[in-house]
């Protein structure tokens, strides 16, 4: 186990009804809000006026910053930057999933600084303040809601980068599992997928001597696995969309599953160039690139591979070589993604060689990438001619 | 899943050379610093001398309460109190284990409160503010290095109770496993249970649809159980200590393994009453009492028993009804205690019958204590009959 330090002060409302803490947690940061949120879809489920309703309870006056992109642009996230300045915000309320809160995020930083928030992203500058900020989270995926994490495309280049902070973690995070009722199933689909790549990335860890933060990292896929076909099968099943909920939080969670572990990250690096240039959700896109990460990687150490397909679904291990386990479980990996509607090519959004050399280059911009298996330029496209 | 919030605000610092963060820590919060500890083994470690070491050079004035009791004592809560008023204290720092931290956690209180302290353990009045304290944890049992709970005994009255407050939560805690390398072997054997017991008071639940909470709970007993023997045979493992050590932090901490379940704590109310008028150690009070508990409830959820036995214990389910199966959990686990040599029986302590109608009238002064199954005095007394 590595040495470690954790902080994470990000205050949680769970529950269905839990929104109704709003008004109150607002109350304790300021007058001025701007209020995040993506397309139309707040509006069509009521919450866009049940949250209305809390911020006039809390007395406060309101700004808008609506339609944040999926992938969320620089460009938009300037815009909440200028808001800010202009109407003297004290307080960023987001209200939507990972894109949401994480273009909240970079707003928050970047109305603080006054240069470019781009630095941010590009390793030039470090965050040194931020506007305080809180979340209503709409969709079980990126974890966001409890961590100090924003990813932020540039389109203008098309580079998608990420940036850290123990200033941007949400003061509050309001998490309340009806409030998923209404995701598509696709997008549900790639929330799924996006959590499970989160425990994977700290999992597959070259670290020894960490029992107690494997079995966080399984006891979160074995239940978000048990509990996906649930919630596509009923999409207002409380238990299964809460359980998924929960298992989102505390997936990236400021790292507390694998605290201790040296992570990887490569396959997150791998799709970040895959849908900053097409655009393509990041769950899809890690549904594509994992299975097939995995299997470059996976003779690293066959044995956390091996452990994996026996203790996370449950492959007997009798008669079968570590190696035979260690594929069983990569396998039945891609077959629970294609099960539940996750995609596993890139031809299925008709993406071809064009980009690869490019997106592999981008991707190895800092130096190689992951550390389960550091990947150079060349294992990178390696992995993308098998995600064709 | 019942609606849960949760907020644990406190920073953490693991690992070997971890203690190098102490003074940068100490030098946020003030000048003036309270260091509160127990007996003098950390003055034969060379802990304290570092400790001072780290305390100068945040340049910091220090004043000492040394002498905290194993239970600690309300009269020495009252000395610590009167030390911070009389030195202007702006900081309390703990080194030890639970009762050093308990302690510290009640004089932070105290100090800002015009009352009696015992006010807090007798719930006549909340915690409004306290002083910031600090803690470099020497023992993994309590967890107390990153909650807000405090549990102290008044002699004179011999009565045992606890208070929890968020402004008690640590600043930050250094949790180096290598300073756990000299806890004694009983003092090791009975942070095992006190861990073991934290988890099955959360566990132990009728809540239902908690998946994840469950398998955190699993995940922290069969990493306690895999690491116990191996830490007491090797004092000096560092990965045994430090598994331990992080599932003692882990097992109470704020709630976090189990939000969304209704917890027992019954038998924690069942042994405060034993230590109150014994001054045993509690970990071993918690051996005794336990497995008594678990037969005496177990018929409440048999099921959950069941489970336990199977995914804890690994005991083959095949063939076995859910109450052999609940059964043949608890037997392994009072044949575990026994194993690593914690006692079984409170005739271990040359403790009869006197004073056990007292102690069950006590155990029930604010009313019958559990939810797994609600006990009123009579069951208390049972349980107590069955630990003799």
Same mark, same amino acid.
């Given at each position: 186990? $590595?040495?470690?330090?954790?902080? $994470? ?57 609506? &339609? ?29 999933? &990972?894109? @949401? ?24 500058? !470090? ?64 929330? @799924? ?82 849908? !900053? ?34 203790? @996370? ?50 991707? @190895? ?24």
């Amino acid at each position: 186990m $590595n040495p470690f330090s954790f902080r $994470n002060p990000t205050a949680i409302f769970f529950g269905d009804g839990s929104l109704s803490k709003l008004s109150e947690q607002i109350g304790q940061y300021g007058k001025s809000v701007l209020l995040v949120y993506g397309g139309g879809s707040i509006k069509k489920s009521g919450l866009y006026d049940r949250v209305l309703e809390q911020l006039n309870a809390a007395g406060a006056s309101v700004v808008e910053l609506s &339609g944040i992109e999926p992938n969320p642009r620089l460009t938009t996230v300037n815009k909440g930057i200028e808001l800010c300045r202009t109407h003297g915000v004290e307080f960023i309320l987001a209200v939507g999933g &990972g894109s @949401v809160i994480d273009a909240s995020k970079a707003i928050a930083a970047g109305a603080k600084y006054e240069g470019d928030v781009w630095d941010f992203l590009d390793r030039k500058a !470090a965050v040194q303040d931020a506007l305080p900020l809180g979340t209503v989270l709409t969709l079980a995926a990126t974890g966001s809601e409890m961590n100090g994490s924003s990813v932020i495309t540039n389109w203008e280049t098309q580079l998608k980068r990420g940036f850290g902070s123990p200033h941007v973690y949400p003061r509050f995070s309001i998490l309340d599992p009806t409030l998923t009722y209404t995701v598509p199933r696709d997008q549900t689909v790639n929330g @799924v997928v996006d959590i499970m790549s989160h425990v994977f990335e700290q999992y597959f860890s070259l670290t020894t001597d960490t029992p107690l933060q494997e079995r966080l990292c399984e006891s979160i896929l074995q239940t978000v696995i048990e509990n996906a076909e649930i919630a596509l099968e009923q999409p207002e099943n409380y238990a299964a969309r809460a359980n998924i909920m929960w298992c989102g939080t505390l997936a990236l969670n400021g790292g507390l599953i694998s605290l201790g572990m040296t992570n990887d990250w490569a396959s997150h690096g791998i799709e970040h160039e895959i849908s !900053a240039i097409y655009d393509i959700p990041h769950g899809a896109g890690l549904s594509i690139v994992f299975p097939n990460w995995m299997k470059y990687v996976y003779d690293a150490r066959p044995d956390r591979f091996a452990q994996y397909a026996v203790r @996370v679904w449950g492959i007997d291990p009798a008669g079968k070589s570590e190696d035979e386990l260690a594929l069983a479980g990569i396998e039945a990996t891609r077959a629970f993604f294609t099960k539940i509607g996750a995609p596993a090519t890139l031809s299925h959004y008709n993406i071809g060689r064009d980009n690869l050399d490019r997106m592999a280059e981008e991707a @190895v911009r800092f130096g190689p990438i992951g550390s389960f298996k550091q990947l150079n330029k060349e294992d990178v496209k390696a992995i993308y001619e098998l995600s064709l």
